[in-house]
T-cell receptor, first 114, second 114 residues
Framework: NAGVMQNPRHLVRRRGQEARLRCSPM?????VYWYRQLPEEGLKFMVY????????ESGMPKERFSAEFPKEGPSILRIQQVVRGDSAAYFC????????????FGPGTRLTVT | GENVEQHPSTLSVQEGDSAVIKCTYS??????FPWYKQELGKGPQLIID?????GEKKDQRIAVTLNKTAKHFSLHITETQPEDSAVYFC?????????????FGTGTKLQVIP
């Protein structure tokens, strides 16, 4: 079984550019979570999505950040007009839902803003 | 919201010795407590978890204990090996409207000295 896939693994953007991070959940998983990890810190919840729906975006900054999980294709985390403070590792996790509690993480995308 | 504290932040043990990592949580509604291992440059890997209806769970060399009254839980690794060296994260999660919103601790960097 393929695990959670994220791409790109590394992304370098200049200040003001847009960053687009993609996450393909495990087969059969319809729930996706995005987390941000700053260096030497734990993971912080950003957003929780099911297919075509944002369920909880309480951890996501209201400006410049958006997320989607379309009916077809991967989940996308989009950061517009990036700033140096956006530099971090962004992880997505997936779960099958239906009462299953475990979340399985992808390898992450390391975003560097220069 | 939930707040998870984790100690120690770093831990060095001799190969073969035991390692113990402790966490406390604040939200009495939390009912799911996963532990993740993160190796350098990789995503977190679920290694063991415990639900609130049990006090202890064991899987080979790792065990977790949960004290709901005191709101603390611990990870025990016995007979440590060099490949156990990694950063370990505890997490706590209440069921929020049908899904698990996970709050992570700040991590423990475990070094096993051969």
């Amino acid at each position: 079984n393929a695990g959670v896939m994220q791409n790109p693994r590394h992304l370098v953007r200049r200040r003001g550019q847009e960053a687009r991070l993609r996450c393909s959940p495990m087969k059969g998983h319809s729930h996706v979570y995005w987390y941000r990890q700053l260096p030497e810190e734990g993971l912080k919840f950003m957003v929780y999505l099911q297919k075509e729906n944002i369920i909880d975006e309480s951890g996501m900054p209201k400006e410049r950040f958006s997320a989607e999980f379309p009916k077809e294709g991967p989940s996308i985390l989009r950061i517009q007009q990036v700033v140096r403070g956006d530099s971090a590792a962004y992880f997505c996790a997936s779960s099958p839902g239906q009462g299953v509690l475990e979340q399985y993480f992808g390898p992450g995308t390391r975003l560097t803003v220069t | 919201g939930e707040n998870v504290e984790q100690h120690p932040s770093t831990l060095s043990v001799q190969e073969g010795d035991s390692a113990v990592i402790k966490c406390t949580y604040s939200d009495s509604a939390s009912n799911y407590f996963p532990w993740y291992k993160q190796e350098l440059g990789k995503g977190p890997q679920l290694i063991i978890d415990i639900r609130s209806n049990v006090g202890e769970k064991k899987d080979q060399r790792i065990a977790v204990t949960l004290n709901k009254t005191a709101k603390h839980f611990s990870l025990h690794i016995t007979e440590t090996q060099p490949e156990d060296s990694a950063v370990y994260f505890c997490a706590a999660s209440p069921n929020s409207g049908g899904y698990q919103k996970v709050t992570f601790g700040t991590g423990t960097k475990l070094q096993v000295i051969p």
